[in-house]
T-cell receptor, first 113, second 115 residues
Framework: AQTVTQSQPEMSVQEAETVTLSCTYDTSESDYYLFWYKQPPSRQMILVIRQEAYKQQNATENRFSVNFQKAAKSFSLKISDSQLGDAAMYFCAYTGANSKLTFGKGITLSVRP | DTGVSQDPRHKITKRGQNVTFRCDPISEHNRLYWYRQTLGQGPEFLTYFQNEAQLEKSRLLSDRFSAERPKGSFSTLEIQRTEQGDSAMYLC?????????????FGNGTRLTVT
């Protein structure tokens, strides 16, 4: 079975600074997708960024980028120029052949003004 | 695109009562998923449908839980004889293809409190 581990329960970043959120996963599949989802307080979960495992190039979406290390099974999210609106829970998630998402426990990110 | 809609937003019920939640997916999406999320945890998969067919159920889903998607559009999740341990946020999500090709779109969830 696939597992997703987010070992940091909380992180804090100063506004305009950069922060990196860690995620590791375990799988025996060779073809899969990884995601970071954002869940603001009392609001719906939204997709931040997606990475396809067969693509070596790290995905980037504006201020958000990932560091995908397939051999190490590591998938970290970097948020540049942090904004107050980035404060939320962030979930790392995995999907493979079974077409369902497996989530990590999440990390609470706070942004200090 | 009106997004995934869930009703009700909140439900408070007494232990032993039955509850039913509704999810309306994005109209062109043929896949619909139910997840359960407890406080401070990531969502856990419960079940999913492709059109009206329920393709997989988690072992988390006891016999008291049943989900339907009768016409391949909206879905309902029913919990019979609720227990305090059922208190959680129930999330619905939809997609147009497999999860990798078409990332899930989530609703706002239904928060269930069992007293």
């Amino acid at each position: 079975a696939q597992t997703v581990t987010q070992s940091q329960p909380e992180m804090s970043v100063q506004e305009a600074e950069t922060v990196t959120l860690s995620c590791t996963y375990d799988t025996s599949e060779s073809d899969y997708y990884l995601f970071w989802y954002k869940q603001p307080p009392s609001r719906q979960m939204i997709l931040v960024i997606r990475q396809e495992a067969y693509k070596q190039q790290n995905a980037t979406e504006n201020r958000f980028s990932v560091n995908f290390q397939k051999a190490a099974k590591s998938f970290s999210l970097k948020i540049s120029d942090s904004q107050l609106g980035d404060a939320a829970m962030y979930f790392c998630a995995y999907t493979g052949a079974n077409s369902k998402l497996t989530f990590g426990k999440g990390i609470t990110l706070s942004v200090r003004p | 695109d009106t997004g995934v809609s869930q009703d009700p937003r909140h439900k408070i019920t007494k232990r032993g009562q039955n509850v039913t939640f509704r999810c309306d997916p994005i109209s062109e999406h043929n896949r619909l998923y139910w997840y359960r999320q407890t406080l401070g945890q990531g969502p856990e998969f419960l079940t999913y449908f492709q059109n009206e067919a329920q393709l997989e159920k988690s072992r988390l889903l006891s016999d008291r839980f049943s989900a339907e998607r009768p016409k391949g559009s909206f879905s309902t999740l029913e919990i019979q004889r609720t227990e305090q341990g059922d208190s959680a946020m129930y999330l619905c999500a939809s997609s147009s293809q497999g999860t990798g090709d078409s990332p899930l779109h989530f609703g706002n969830g239904t928060r269930l409190t069992v007293t």
